[in-house]
Antibody
Framework: EVQLVESGGGLVQPGGSLRLSCAAS????????MNWVRQAPGKGLEWVAN????????YYLDSVKGRFTISRDTAKNSLYLQMNSLRAEDTAVYYC??????????????????????WGKGTTVTVSS | DTQMTQSPSSLSASVGDRVTIACRAS??????LNWYQQKPGKAPKVLIY???SLQSGVPSRFSGSGSGTDFTLTISSLQPEDFATYYC?????????FGGGTKVEIK
């Protein structure tokens, strides 16, 4: 069964750090881009960061750049999010999500589309004193 | 950054109704548009990708259309299990961005 399981959430004081983990199983982890997406209480979805299959490219939401670091360990089939200098506004449920790549041929041109097809159940991060 | 605007933010409908949700991008995104459904306390689930392709296992009453900046999610005949919040998301460029969501409630 294809599965993602997040862990590492908890209560942390402003300015503190936390490391989230996402354990992947049931698929070839090294073949997929991976994402972190968060949802503040009662709010919508917000993409946080993603990382290429081999870890060579990483992208971040502006508000977390310099504070959060996404990484992955293929040997452990795991995705991570190191969160430093945490703020109250980082309080949210954090989901990891797999990026599915879909290839479409239009005439002689090939287009690649990405969508998040597998999600974990999320881990809750609360930043409060 | 590409801003995604959904309308309406909420709607009330009855079982059997046809429901349409709109999503507008602040710049052209071709057909790099996905739709997700989220129920309370659950992770999102993809319904539609590349604007109009139905994800495997998703009922055919869900459909998507549009390109450029304007997109639509349609539920042809609303079922009890469809009461949820729906989000559009652009995958054209980073930062990836979601719409604010449309909550579909029971009338």
């Amino acid at each position: 069964e294809v599965q993602l399981v997040e862990s590492g959430g908890g209560l942390v004081q402003p300015g503190g750090s936390l490391r989230l983990s996402c354990a992947a199983s049931g698929f070839t982890f090294s073949s997929y881009w991976m994402n972190w997406v968060r949802q503040a209480p009662g709010k919508g979805l917000e993409w946080v960061a993603n990382i290429k299959e081999d870890g060579s490219e990483k992208y971040y939401l502006d508000s977390v750049k310099g504070r959060f670091t996404i990484s992955r360990d293929t040997a452990k089939n795991s995705l991570y999010l190191q969160m430093n200098s945490l703020r109250a506004e980082d309080t949210a449920v954090y989901y990891c999500a797999r990026d599915k790549k879909w290839r479409e041929l239009q005439g002689t041109e090939v287009y690649y589309y990405y969508y998040m097809d597998v999600w974990g159940k999320g881990t809750t991060v609360t930043v409060s004193s | 950054d590409t801003q995604m605007t959904q309308s309406p933010s909420s709607l009330s409908a009855s079982v059997g109704d046809r429901v349409t949700i709109a999503c507008r991008a602040s710049q052209t995104i071709s057909t790099y548009l996905n739709w997700y459904q989220q129920k309370p306390g659950k992770a999102p689930k993809v319904l539609i990708y590349a604007a109009s392709s139905l994800q495997s296992g998703v009922p055919s009453r869900f459909s998507g259309s549009g390109s450029g900046t304007d997109f639509t999610l349609t539920i042809s005949s609303l079922q009890p299990e469809d009461f949820a919040t729906y989000y559009c998301q652009q995958s054209y460029s980073t930062p990836l961005t979601f719409g604010g969501g449309t909550k579909v409630e029971i009338k």
